[in-house]
């Protein structure tokens, strides 16, 4: 099962553009006498953060070690504090370790003690906001970025930051009006990739598709264009392709073997091509690399569909026992309990995501799937409908919905929006592709006779009172 929603490479992507806005004021200490030394490290991701780019990371790492050192000696460095929360926040969304926002959460405070927003400290409340959207907070992400674009408007890197908070909100217009001021305001890899989401979003498939291909084109650091094929990769995987798609991840991982993403694309699109063999112990070096929820739930449901009902159990237990804080995990974790735990229980962790601010169309999908599988199937259509109409085709909430629909005994809707998850991508999961398969079989071919209400002999509908006939 692939969820949909903001990819960790592109809110990877955002946070570092939030980067990007302090890594100017560190480029000075990089210029000496003479022809300069070959960049270190920590050199490095601060260009690449300069340029939008997306650092390798043991650059990251290198970066953060440089300036937790150069804070002892300097501990009122508000610049600085602010690079390392950011830099922290970063490392923390593209290797799934929960440690590393509490650092950064705590950096970022001392930036704004050394120099208070009152003050214009921007980065500082950037990066508050890369970090409230790395955590899923998309009210107080929207709150941060807004701050920062009222003071400075033309200050791009507030602006994936905003893209993000109102997507997570379900503020779709708001966001892509947001999108179009970035395209205005700035240029290269990370804004093509992040036009290529805003079209995915739409339904825009070669629109998006193009956009990607001119993020990998410009891209600038293997880290950097690696993420640009893995985003290609996804998206030739949403439109059930899963061969070119496994073109892109393994040419993205010849780039950067330990890309998470892309580890976790190969074994997804080796498992739709049938090569299971190859696929398990895949998805076993992207668990190794990235233990995302999503992967878990993923991989855990390939091996139930094999059989592998100990290596599923084992998998599931990781997901169920695990420290999740990142964004988008309890929509993950409503998902795993409504199919393989207590759905009541995932019913009432959705209503709270959903009462929280989180209307996504992840989030729309996971609950009125929920309230389906715990028996509120009426009030879950609703969800479904939000979910599905709002323009992102996504194969499996096609076919949430139409599982709905054939509950409440809609078969003409529940036929047709099956059809259509199968034509979307018709091996989108190793559990529910087959499903909608049987259940297509089950409803059979569409009757020959017309509903009533289409017949020509259905009696018309009768006046209201008062209206003037035509």
Sequence with gaps: ????????????????????????????????????????????????????????????????????????????????????????TEQGTRTGDARDFPRAERALRRSLAERPAARGNLDAQLGLGALAGARGDWKSAKEWGERVRKADPRRWPAYPVLIDAYNGLGDHKAAYKAMETLEGLH?????????????????????????????????ETDPEKAASLARLGDLAWERGEPEEALARYTAALRLAGDHGPSLAGRARALAALGRTEEAVPAWRAALARQPLPEYLLEAGELDESLGLDGDARALYARLRTGTWTAAGAEVVLG?????HGDPAAAAVRMRAEWARGHRSVRAADALGWALHRSGRTKEALGYAKLATEEGLRSALFTYHRAAIERALAQDGPARR?????????????????????EAMTALGDP??????????????RPERPGSTPA
């Design 417 to 437: 929006h099956l059809a259509e998850a199968l034509r979307i991508n018709p091996r989108f999961s190793p559990l529910h592709a087959p499903r909608a398969v």
């Design 335 to 339: 998902l795993f309990e409504a199919d």
């Design 1 to 88: 099962m692939k969820t949909q929603n903001v990819s960790r490479t592109v809110l990877a992507a955002g946070v570092g553009a939030v980067l990007a806005a302090t890594a100017l004021l560190y480029l000075p200490e990089l210029v000496g006498q003479g022809p300069p030394p070959p960049p270190g490290p920590a050199e490095r991701a601060a260009i690449a953060a300069h340029a939008g780019a997306q650092a390798a990371l043991p650059d990251l790492a290198a970066l953060i070690t440089d300036r937790e050192q150069w804070l002892r000696a300097h501990p009122d460095d508000d610049v600085s504090w602010a690079r390392l929360g950011t830099a922290y």
């Design 447 to 460: 009757p020959d006779e017309l509903p009533k209400e289409l017949r020509p002999d259905a009696p018309t």
């Design 187 to 219: 240029a290269g890899a990370s804004v093509r990739g992040r036009a290529a989401q805003s079209y995915r979003d739409r339904g825009w498939r070669e629109d998006a598709d193009a956009a990607a291909l001119d993020a990998a084109a410009l891209a």
